[in-house]
């Protein structure tokens, strides 16, 4: 039983021939003594002669999937996941389709739209108000300024914007014209018959010509001087 | 595969694995298309399916390319290939043991054509192929590595042993244990077997 069991433990290599000349002569000895060995051989050699011993053949198109399949599992496994997701078919078809639909949009949203309609206006100009200051007091050798400085206007100031009488309130309707300016040689040089009111008299507060609304003479209005003479 | 054809094999195996390794991706393609046949072959001798059978040689495959950088020169790759190809399909057998098998209809498709000689129609679609299987599939995972390795000759005893991590001796009684297995699962054919066997023409 012993010998049978060492035996036994032979037999699936003795079928495959994998066994050594030695062990294969031991093995036949062995078989030819014992009825039971002998049979369990038997059954075992009828049995993997019915398994078969052929397998399928990978055809050329099964070649071909398993290289693809193996090819692009490597590829994706190197890829990183958010260039995966970018380069996916699907994702890149989308992007395109969203650009193309966009595109068209925006064109046929500008082909709808009316021209603008082109308006002339007319813009007012804006003229500085002049307004007369009250001259300084000043010596004899300083010379009288000879243009009117613009300064800007208060409220109650009264301006002398002669292109924009209507905006004036209705006092001022008349509009107001500074006093033109008389010549350096007229302020410099002082008059022969100088009286003490001569003197006095340009020292009071300038009095701005008021000029009355039928004057439509507006670039040469005439001066309206109040009658200061003694 | 003779012991001469093993050898150049595994020549050819380590200058084109030196060559992946030195950065030359050509080399990987080359290593598939001569391993491929046998990994499909043997992972067919465990699931008894051919889309089965694909899917498990590509896993293999994706794995391999993972682990070539780490490959010793000396190494045995047809081993390697062998046992993860074994580990795989055992468990994806494990997962699917209790799932009902159904023809689809590709397969009906062949079986109306010329493929009765294909041994995978032998298998799926006669008693005895049906009954062949499932004892196969009933053998412990070790006695099923060390039969189907040896019975389909994809390797010798010696790289056997390499591949299962055990020595010659043990091989030698993982073999005889499974055929022992197998014949008193299908004792009951092997009087009829025989005519159907020489029928079909694959033996």
Known sequence: ?230 | MSEDERTLVTAEDELLIARFQSGEAEAFDRLMALHMNQVFGLAWSVLHGREEALDAAQEVFIKLHSALPKFGSAANLPAWLYRVCLNHCIDVRRKSRNAVMELTEEDWDRLQGSDRDDPGWFVQNTELGEAIRKAIDHLPARQKSAFLLRHYDFLSLKEIAQTMGCTVGAVKAHLSRATAHLRSELSGYTGIAVGEVHDHGTL
């Not at chain 1, 206007?153 to 905006?167: G, S």
Request: proline share 12%.
């Open chain 1, 1 to 230: 039983m012993e010998r049978c069991k060492k035996i036994t433990e032979l037999f699936g290599a003795y079928i495959y021939g994998d066994l050594s000349p030695e062990e294969m002569h031991r093995v036949r000895m062995h078989v030819e003594e014992c009825e039971a060995c002998a049979g369990d051989l038997d059954a075992r050699s009828r049995v993997l002669d019915i398994v078969p011993r052929q397998m399928p053949v990978l055809s050329d198109e099964d070649r071909r999937r398993i290289m693809w399949t193996v090819k692009g599992a490597i590829r994706a496994k190197n890829e990183p996941a958010r260039s995966r997701f970018f380069s996916s078919v699907y994702v890149r078809g989308f992007a395109v389709t969203a650009v193309v639909v966009a595109a068209f949009a925006a064109g046929t949203l500008i082909g709808l739209r009316k021209p603008p309609k082109i308006i002339v206006k007319q813009v007012p100009v804006k003229h500085q108000p002049i307004v007369v200051k009250e001259p300084k007091e000043r010596s004899v050798e300083q010379p009288a300024p000879v243009d009117v400085v613009p300064t800007i206007p208060e409220p109650q100031a009264i301006a002398t914007d002669l292109f924009r009488r209507d905006r004036l309130p209705n006092t001022y309707r008349g509009g107001i014209e500074p006093r033109s300016p008389k010549p350096l040689d007229a302020v410099l040089t002082p008059p022969e018959n100088l009286t003490s009111e001569d003197i006095i008299a340009p020292l009071a507060p300038a009095q701005d010509v008021l000029v009355k609304p039928s004057d439509s003479s507006v670039s040469n209005p005439k001066p309206v001087v109040p009658d200061n003479s003694p």
